[in-house]
C-alpha cells in the first residue's frame, strides 16, 4: 500500500508525534510506500529510513502554537491537496488535531482520522498553560474554529479513537461515531529491568505543565512533615517549565528529596520507570496517558486522575489506584500506600505487566491499524 501519513509536525520525540512515527516505521517494514507530511520535521530527531519519505508543508515558524499557522491553513491545505494529487496514495491518513483542518475531499481516495486529542478545542486543559497574550484570544478565535474543524471532519470516511472516553467526547462535540483502537506500548523498549530493586521513589513527568508536575513537588512537601523516606523523581522537565519545578522545589525546601533528570532517553526512562514504586499522572481529562501504559510494562503501577483515558487502562486497586482530579490528600494517601508497602508495588507491577501484554502491546495495535487502512483501500477498488 501506497499511503500519505498526516502530522502537524515532528519536533520532539514523544506523544502524538513519537506515536505517527512508530506506525511509519512499521508500515514501512511490512514494505508499505510511507509518504509523512508535516509542517516541520527536525530530521535530527526523525531519520526517515527504508520506505519512509518526509515532506515539510511549512518551516518551524508556522507550527501549531503561532498566528501564521492560522493565517496559513488554507495554503497548507492546498499543499498538501497537491501532494496528494501527485503521489495518487492508496489512503490518506491524518495523525492527530490540528492537522484534521486540512482535510479535504481527495477524488475517492479513502481518508482516515486518528485525531488522538481534541482537548484544545473543547477543553480549558492546554490553554491554561498559554501565555495571557494567546490564552485571552484564543478563547475567543476557538469559537469560531469548532465550526471550521466540524464541517472538515464531513471528509473523513472514518474516524478511530484511542479510548472510549474520546470516543465519548467526538460524538459529543461532532456527532461522529468512531472505532476504538488503543494505542500500545513498545514492549521491546519498556520492559522490566531484571532483579530489579524498587527504590523508596515517585516518579512523574516535568516536560509540560499539563502533567502538573508542581502538584507532586507540593505533595513532597507536605509529606516531609511527617516522614523523609521517599524521593521525587521528575524527568523531562526543560527550558523555563523546568526552570520553574527546580525554583519551587527550592522555595518549599524540599530540594534534597525532590530529583530532576531532564530530557532522557526511552532506555534510560524504561530504567527508572523500572526502579520507581509508582508513577503519577496528573493530566486533567486525559485523553489516554501513554506514561500510564510504559510504566505499567516496566512494571510500575500508576497514580493518576480520573476522570479520562486512564480509566481504560488502569484497573484500580490492582494496576495502580484512580483518584479524583485535585485531590492532593488522596494523592499523598496512595504514595504513602507504596512507601508503606513497597510489596504492593512489586505485585501490582506484575498485574500491569499482564494487561499491557493483552490489551497495550504495540505491535498488537499496528496490526489492527494496519488491517483497516488496508480494508479501506480494498473496499475503494471494488467500488
Known amino acids: 500500500m501506497k499511503i500519505v501519513v498526516v502530522i502537524p509536525y515532528l519536533k520532539s520525540i514523544g506523544g502524538a508525534g513519537r506515536y505517527a512515527w512508530e506506525l511509519c516505521e512499521y508500515l514501512a517494514s511490512c514494505g508499505d510506500d510511507v509518504i509523512v507530511a508535516s509542517l516541520y520535521t527536525d530530521k535530527t530527531l526523525y531519520k526517515p529510513e527504508n520506505k519512509i519519505r518526509v515532506i515539510?508543508?511549512?518551516?518551524?515558524?508556522?507550527?501549531?502554537?503561532?498566528?501564521?499557522?492560522?493565517?496559513?491553513?488554507?495554503?497548507?491545505?492546498?499543499?498538501?491537496?497537491?501532494?496528494?494529487d501527485q503521489?495518487?496514495?492508496?489512503?490518506?491518513?491524518?495523525?492527530?488535531?490540528?492537522?484534521?483542518?486540512?482535510?479535504?475531499?481527495y477524488d475517492n481516495i479513502p481518508t482516515i482520522c486518528y485525531p488522538q486529542d481534541i482537548n484544545l478545542l473543547y477543553t480549558n486543559t492546554y490553554i491554561n498553560n498559554l501565555e495571557a497574550k494567546i490564552r485571552i484570544p484564543w478563547r475567543i478565535i476557538r469559537l469560531f474554529v469548532r465550526f471550521y474543524d466540524k464541517h472538515k471532519w464531513n471528509f473523513f470516511d472514518q474516524v478511530i479513537c484511542h479510548s472510549k472516553f474520546t470516543a465519548k467526547n467526538i460524538k459529543k462535540h461532532y456527532g461522529v461515531d468512531s472505532e476504538v483502537i488503543?494505542?500500545?506500548?513498545?514492549?521491546?523498549?519498556?520492559?522490566?529491568?531484571?532483579?530489579?530493586?524498587?527504590?523508596?521513589?515517585?516518579?512523574?513527568?516535568?516536560?509540560?505543565r499539563i502533567r502538573r508536575a508542581d502538584l507532586l513537588i507540593k505533595a513532597a512537601s507536605e509529606l516531609l512533615e511527617k516522614r523523609k523516606d521517599f524521593e521525587i523523581w521528575i524527568v523531562g522537565n526543560s527550558g523555563e517549565l523546568g526552570e520553574?519545578?527546580?525554583?519551587l522545589a527550592k522555595n518549599l525546601n524540599v530540594e534534597k528529596n525532590v530529583k530532576f533528570f531532564g530530557k532522557i532517553s526511552d532506555q534510560d526512562l524504561a530504567k527508572l520507570y523500572s526502579e520507581s514504586l509508582a508513577t503519577v499522572h496528573l493530566v486533567k481529562e486525559a485523553p489516554f496517558?501513554?506514561?500510564?501504559?510504559?510504566?505499567?510494562?516496566?512494571?510500575?503501577?500508576?497514580?493518576s486522575w480520573k476522570p479520562g483515558g486512564p480509566e481504560e487502562t488502569i484497573?484500580?486497586?490492582?494496576s495502580g489506584f484512580l483518584i479524583p482530579e485535585n485531590n492532593q490528600s488522596d494523592l499523598i494517601e496512595k504514595i504513602e500506600f507504596f512507601l508503606d508497602n513497597p510489596e504492593s508495588s512489586y505485585k501490582m507491577g506484575q498485574n500491569g505487566i499482564q494487561r499491557v501484554q493483552t490489551n497495550f502491546d504495540l505491535e498488537i495495535h499496528h496490526k489492527s491499524m494496519r488491517k483497516i487502512l488496508l480494508n479501506w483501500i480494498n473496499h475503494s477498488k471494488k467500488l
Do not use: A
Open 182 to 208: 488503543y494505542l500500545g506500548t513498545n514492549t521491546n523498549v519498556f520492559f522490566p529491568i531484571e532483579n530489579c530493586v524498587k527504590k523508596n521513589t515517585i516518579l512523574t513527568l516535568g516536560d509540560s
Open 87 to 105: 503521489e495518487q496514495p492508496d489512503i490518506v491518513f491524518f495523525n492527530h488535531y490540528p492537522s484534521t483542518m486540512w482535510v479535504e475531499k
Open 289 to 303: 496517558g501513554l506514561i500510564v501504559i510504559e510504566s505499567m510494562s516496566c512494571g510500575t503501577p500508576v497514580i
Open 244 to 247: 520553574e519545578l527546580e525554583l
Open 56 to 84: 515539510d508543508l511549512g518551516n518551524e515558524k508556522s507550527l501549531t502554537q503561532s498566528i501564521k499557522f492560522w493565517l496559513d491553513l488554507r495554503k497548507t491545505s492546498r499543499l498538501l491537496h497537491e501532494l496528494i
Open 315 to 318: 484497573v484500580d486497586g490492582e
